[in-house]
């Protein structure tokens, strides 16, 4: 899924981090950030980035994005930020097509052990979707009080990868909590930007695709679809932990039979050597050298807070859990509440790719089901060009966005943020 930083072993944290905030940070604009310990041993980082603006506009107007990331195990205050969407690049000059500008931007290192977040040991890391919704819940309940003029703010929670299987779990979790008063939150919609809903849609069109971009022969295609039967009945047999084995596996003999072709976006430009699968577009040690720098000094983080240290036991942690699909979670969004469902696919995505996106969405079972089989597919037009299709039914949209993979808003900003305004109204206010 997302690059996953695995820089050395957990260095153990000792004692309850205090809170640390304020307006100065790292970067431009107004923010805070620090830690709510959100159930013991377990305790979650966040780094708030209020809109850029004239004075004169009520930031508290402006919607609230939260940003997760994928992995499981990223960081979302690292890579979303500093690599996607937040005000600066790795390199730390200004990021043009910042989604600060326009809405109050959270970024959360989600789950505990990812980013800045940590446990006091792997005993406390999550296993399963169910835990991390439960974990955020808490962490959102601390985050409303803490900041209470946020209330009737329009909350959206935005994502990538394995953070949009996450997210439609929390959305669950956080409208039940909103119900029964154990929060007050004005919660509108999520954005689920190629993410990790069906794994084995996903795997299943992994051939299909690759055959059809002329990135591996017959023989290519034969190999990589006789692995993913092996994932699929892994999966039916209920043995998740061997499918996400499998699912490995299967990674790598792709990369054989493409000689290193990009998961995240079939048109980088690679290396040769097998061993070198990382695309220059993410230099992943410039940004750990950034967060463990310049950054973990302005905002204060102690030095036995190693950024990204645990993230490979939480991957590992949620290996039983990985590959499950939680297609049934988005029916129950759908079915039962008024949440805007917006899914996001980057047509050069191989981890999560397009055809098995749509695979999926055509086969939930809904209110609109029948409806959306025939709803109309309208062009997204900047600029005079088609950068995109989109198509709506109900409170469910798809948008395909062109000359994109994994990570949209790093590969095509301007569409990205031109979703983010048909889905937020940012501009409305």
């Not at 100065?24 to 950030?33: A, I, N, R």
């Not at 954005?191 to 055959?211: E, M, Q």
């Not at 597919?377 to 299709?389: F, H, P, Q, S």
Request: hydrophobic share 40%; with cysteine; proline share 4%.
């Amino acid at each position: 899924m997302d690059k996953v930083l695995r820089f050395g072993l957990f260095f153990l944290a000792v004692g309850v981090l205090a809170q640390v905030n304020s307006h100065k940070g790292f970067g431009p604009g107004d923010q805070e950030w620090g830690f709510f310990d959100i159930r013991k041993g377990a305790h979650m980082f966040y780094w708030l980035f209020y809109v850029q603006g004239p004075k004169e506009v009520n930031r508290y107007d402006k919607p609230l994005v939260i940003w997760l990331q994928g992995g499981p195990g990223g960081s979302s205050t690292g890579f979303g930020n500093f690599e996607e969407i937040g005000p600066l690049y790795v390199n730390g000059t200004e990021r043009p097509s910042t989604w600060a500008k326009h809405v109050n931007l959270l970024f959360i290192d989600n789950p505990v052990g990812a980013g800045f977040s940590y446990t006091d040991s792997n005993d406390y890391l999550t296993t399963n979707n169910v835990e991390i919704g439960r974990d955020m819940v808490s962490f959102l309940i601390s985050f409303y009080a803490k900041f209470p003029k946020f209330a009737k703010t329009p909350l959206y929670i935005f994502c990538e990868s394995y953070g949009g299987k996450m997210t439609v779990e929390i959305a669950k979790q956080l409208l039940a909590a909103i119900e029964v008063g154990k929060l007050k939150a004005n919660f509108v919609g999520v954005g689920l930007g190629d993410s990790w809903i069906s794994p084995v849609d996903s795997v299943n069109y992994w051939a299909p695709f690759l055959l059809q971009s002329g990135l591996v022969d017959q023989q290519g295609y034969k190999k990589i679809s006789q692995g993913a039967e092996k994932v699929e009945k892994a999966v039916n047999d209920g043995n998740f932990i061997r499918a996400t084995d499998l699912w490995g596996a299967l990674e790598m003999t792709i990369m054989r039979e493409t000689i290193n072709v990009d998961f995240y976006n079939i048109l980088y430009k690679v290396p040769l050597s097998f061993l070198s699968v990382k695309p220059k577009e993410f230099d992943d040690d410039a940004l750990q050298a950034l967060m463990e720098g310049p950054v973990k000094k302005a905002l204060g983080i102690p030095s036995s807070v190693v950024h990204n240290s645990q993230s490979g036991d939480v991957f590992r942690s949620l290996s039983g859990d990985f590959m499950k699909p939680v297609t049934s979670v988005v029916e129950e969004l759908l079915n039962n509440t008024n949440l805007q469902v917006v899914v996001l696919t980057g047509t050069l995505d191989l981890i999560v790719d397009t055809p098995g996106t749509v695979h999926w969405i055509d086969k939930l079972r809904w209110k609109g089901a029948e409806a959306w089989q025939t709803a109309e597919r309208d062009a997204i037009v900047l600029n005079g060009y088609i950068e995109g299709y989109v198509k709506k039914f109900g409170n469910l949209y798809l948008y395909w966005v062109l000359r994109a993979g994994h990570m949209i808003p790093s590969d095509n900003p301007s569409t990205a943020l031109e979703i983010l305004r048909r889905t937020t109204k940012f501009d409305k206010v």
